[in-house]
């Protein structure tokens, strides 16, 4: 028992160490939401009695969830060292996978279980194959880029166009001609009593399911990564391959546990489009968000808990355009909406502190 | 009591390498055995055999009286024995703990049904490292981040890991490679006390001081052969040299002292900082004469990298200045600085030093390709090129089939040899020329070389020397800089310590200054090149 408390004091000092050490990462985000807050305020606060503004907060995490999914898969590959740039694709995949099957099940089963309980029955089993369908690809990338030692970043490339090929060819095929109506996406489910928080609830708590999975995700992968045999061995693997692997440590096996891990954490990402967001698929409709991942991986140098914030920042950025759009019919659409992507080329040309990769990542291990 | 470990008749073949040749070795319970021998006399292999990092093609091996078969690595240390390789297996931004855990994690027992999901218990492992290190004397924090720590350090954290593994025989790769004198002395203290307590060591070393201060057997290698075994009492260095290479070897250097002539580089108050953008190199001063070698010595990572490259152009200078003969090269292009008349042996031959995958022709005129004789306008004189090429490689000795074999294909010798070939004909092309004297910048010229090319290089350098140049030698090994300065310079996190002549000199006093130790002697106020 004493032994156990120990153990737990030690974690909350090694969580504390690793705090101060984020710090300044930490701060600017604090203060790029404050700065971001107070900017909705100001334009357009005035419109709605500041309502739009939590509105468009709830909308910020919303928007971040695919971000950080597709961190949080990027996070798991690249900490194992295997550079995944092929997020996108997987995303792509499991949004058409999802949002075919959650379609046909719902046609299929309305008249058996009626529309209320198809409906949910389909909804889960698209989310189950939207898993499966990234999983495929994920797959894919580890044969490549792990047993066959190709160039990850080119491996991630053809899952990329693979996806766009696929996903375009059956849209067009099946999906195009006579779209049915919509099965729907999840409903919210507000968490009781937390929901009802001012502020707060109505931005934390009156969410869609994926979101709140995201969210326990960065607690879990992070808790994953830092305090478990499987969390070092994962970083030593991604960062001195040959160390672990004199160790007795199957260095291989660790990538395509972790490749694939990052599969299904990219499904889930891929299922929010066609789940969450909207329940029709169009071609091309993740726009870019895997690779806005990546740069939110990188802001929060490989950690879940920076990731997330990175993806928060994204979110934010994406929904402040939506909003000055919506309450600012004078300011040009076309100047809020290049705001994710400036912030991508920010985050990236490293104004946010130098962020140092696993050093092993991207590199084939070849056992000598 | 069976010897701890024994090999019998081990054979290893790789493509077109004999790497070793049916060799015997046996470790007795309870001492230190020094294997001796040059780069490539197969040491390494044979204890990567041993370790289980390499299958023999042929032969036995026995631990503590048992035949037994390695496959991997992790088979080794469940029989007890550990590896500090020469290039560390840790890695650098885990903790000490981490490190030391590694594929062997202490768990909170709470948590152990959650398989590799199991929690770690950072605070039991600690513990036993501080045990561990309390018991041998190996000073380490666990909480420390690896990478933070000066080498000497992360070779502690490697001998606990194995001791951390219950290793009762423990084989130390090159161990003193990077270590000063004194924390060399300090390793064997460290070995001593270990070997009382029950281990068994191998030490691999190519430096013969080192086996007469510490080993209890002496075993020596060369070309993939065991050559013999004896005991200190029997050796002499004369001896052990001879028996790793295979013919007598003259230890020292004869060179007649030097005739310093006009100032060829001045460096004043330069600094330069390092990839992360700090200061590696802070406020150095320093002149080299025509005529003389001014040895930088220190521990590898105290700035003398990054000294360097500013010198040869390659790194921008943040403040200070160089001279050149007398003329301010501080911002110079790399281009401009060969024009200027300065040679360089880079650290790394493979990565700046040479195109490996050119021939051995192009190599040579890598610096001077773009100008007659080598071309004319835009259009390379392949006929001059070619005749130059051979003429170098008659007269540096390089052995190579031709000058169209690349120069990844050869030998580090002699692929050391086409840079000095190329570096020294240039200089001595220039030599004589009205705007001064060469300089010769060379770092570790002889790193990872045979004994037989270390001495050609050796008399190259003191040749060019004798001719008017101004040499800077870099080295990490303390007896080049010894027997090859006329003065020595020690270098100290970013700072030179002192300028000492080379003829009084001695290895604990550099060592002392090479770990930042200054004299009481040395007050601050005395500037650098006052014992001259």
């Known amino acids: 028992m004493v032994k156990r408390t120990s153990a737990l004091s030690d974690a909350l000092q090694l969580a ?303 929904s402040v355009t939506a909003t000055v759009s919506i309450f600012r019919p004078d300011i040009p659409s076309q100047i809020p909406q290049m705001l994710p992507y400036l912030l991508t080329i920010i985050v990236l040309t490293g104004v946010v502190g130098r962020a140092v990769a696993p050093a092993a990542d991207g590199q084939p291990y070849e056992k000598s | 009591m069976p010897p701890a470990l024994q090999a019998i008749g081990i054979t290893k073949r790789f493509p077109g390498v004999l790497a070793n040749d049916h060799v015997d070795f046996t470790l007795q319970q309870g001492e230190i055995h020094a294997l001796l021998g040059e780069n490539g006399a197969g040491k390494s292999t044979l204890m990567n055999i041993l370790y289980g990092l390499y299958q023999p093609d042929e032969g036995q091996v026995w631990v503590k009286g048992e035949l037994v078969k ?127 307590q029950g281990k068994s060591i191998v030490f691999i070393t190519h430096k013969l001081r080192e086996v007469f201060a510490v080993a209890d057997t002496i075993s020596v290698m060369r070309g993939g052969a065991m050559v013999g075994s004896l005991k200190p009492a029997q050796a002499t260095r004369e001896l052990l040299a001879e028996m790793m290479v295979g013919r007598k070897v003259i230890l020292a250097i004869d060179k007649a002292p030097a005739r310093p002539g006009l100032a060829v580089l001045q460096v004043e108050g330069v600094r330069v900082l390092d990839d992360r953008r700090h200061v590696a190199v802070d406020g150095v001063s320093l002149e080299i004469r025509s005529g003389e070698i001014l040895g930088l010595a220190g521990v590898q990572g105290n700035g003398q990298t990054e000294l360097t490259e500013a010198l040869t152009g390659l790194r921008r200078v943040a403040g200070g200045k160089i001279l050149l003969n007398g003329h301010d090269t501080t911002h110079a292009t790399p281009r401009q600085l060969v024009e200027a008349g300065m040679g360089h042996v880079p650290e790394d031959r493979h990565k700046h030093g040479l195109v490996l995958s050119f021939p051995v022709r192009d190599n040579i005129v890598l610096c001077t390709y773009y100008r007659l004789p080598n071309a004319h306008g835009i259009e390379l004189d392949y006929a001059v090129i070619a005749r130059q090429a051979s003429e170098l490689v008659r007269i540096f000795d390089i052995r190579t089939p031709g000058i169209e074999t690349t120069a990844g294909a050869l030998s580090g010798g002699n692929q050391q040899k086409v840079i000095m070939a190329r570096e020294l004909s240039r200089l001595s092309e220039r030599h004589g020329a009205q705007n001064g004297a060469p300089l010769l910048i060379a770092s570790q010229p002889t790193r990872g070389l045979d004994v037989g090319s270390i001495e050609f290089i050796h008399r190259r350098i003191v040749e060019a020397r004798d001719a008017g140049a101004a040499v800077l030698l870099i080295s990490a090994e303390l007896d080049e800089i010894m027997s090859l300065s006329d003065r020595i310079a020690v270098m100290y996190k970013g700072h030179i310590l002192a300028t000492v002549d080379a003829r009084t000199a001695t290895r604990e006093q550099l060592g002392l200054l090479m770990a930042g130790v200054t004299p009481a002697a040395a007050r601050p106020g005395q500037r650098e090149g006052a014992h001259d």
């Not at chain 1, 997020?87 to 999802?98: D, N, P, Q, S, V």
């Not at chain 1, 929060?300 to 914030?309: E, I, R, S, Y």
């Not at chain 2, 492992?125 to 924090?141: H, P």
């Open chain 1, 16 to 318: 504390w160490v690793r705090l101060r050490r984020s710090l300044t990462t930490i701060l600017l985000t604090a203060f790029g939401l404050v700065a971001a807050w107070a900017l909705l305020n100001l334009v357009i606060g005035g419109q709605c009695d500041g309502k739009c503004v939590v509105d468009a907060l709830a909308q910020t995490l919303r928007v971040a969830t695919p971000i950080a999914f597709a961190a949080f898969c990027g996070v798991l590959c690249e900490r194992a060292g295997v550079v995944d740039i092929g997020i996108e694709g997987k995303m792509l995949m499991a949004a058409m996978a999802a949002y075919s099957v959650n379609l046909f099940g719902f046609q299929l089963l309305q008249d058996a279980l009626g529309p209320v309980a198809a409906g949910n029955v389909s909804r889960w089993l698209a989310l189950v194959m939207a898993v499966a369908s990234a999983l495929l690809l994920a797959g894919l990338h580890a044969v490549f880029s792990i047993r066959f030692k190709s160039d990850q970043i080119i491996s991630g490339t053809v899952i990329n166009i693979l996806a766009i090929g696929i996903t375009g060819y059956m849209y067009r095929a099946f999906l195009a001609e006579n779209l049915p109506a919509g099965p729907g996406t999840f409903p919210l489910v507000p968490i009781p009593l937390l929901a009802e928080i001012p502020v707060l609830g109505p931005i934390l708590f009156h969410q869609k399911p994926l979101t709140y999975l995201m969210l326990a995700l960065a607690v879990g992968i992070y808790w994953m990564l830092f305090y478990t045999q499987w969390g070092l061995r994962v970083r030593a693997v991604g960062e001195h391959p040959r160390a672990a692997d004199t160790l007795g440590i199957d260095v291989l096996r660790t990538r395509y546990i972790n490749t694939l891990l990052g599969g299904v954490v990219a499904g889930l990402g891929g299922a929010w489009f066609t789940l969450e967001a909207v329940d029709v698929f169009s071609p091309l409709m993740t726009n870019g968000l895997g690779f806005i991942g990546l740069a939110a991986m990188i802001f929060g140098k490989w950690n879940p808990f920076g990731a997330l914030l990175g993806a928060l920042l994204f979110g934010l950025g994406n």
């Open chain 2, 70 to 196: 390695i496959s991997n690595p992790h088979e080794a240390i469940a029989r007890g024995i550990g590896m500090v390789h020469q290039h560390f297996m840790l890695v650098p931004p885990l903790t000490v703990t981490e490190n030391i855990m590694l594929g062997q994690e202490s768990l909170v027992s709470a948590t152990r049904m959650l398989g590799r999901l199991a929690m770690l218990d950072r605070r039991s492992a600690a513990a036993r490292i501080r045990e561990l290190s309390r018991q041998y004397g190996l000073a380490v924090d666990p909480d420390a981040i690896v990478g933070d720590l000066p080498v000497g350090a992360q070779q502690r954290v490697e001998i606990i890991k194995a001791l951390y593994r219950d290793a009762d025989i423990l084989i130390l790769d090159e161990p003193t490679a990077v270590l000063t004198p004194q924390e060399a002395d300090e390793l064997f203290v460290i070995m001593r006390g270990m070997v009382k």
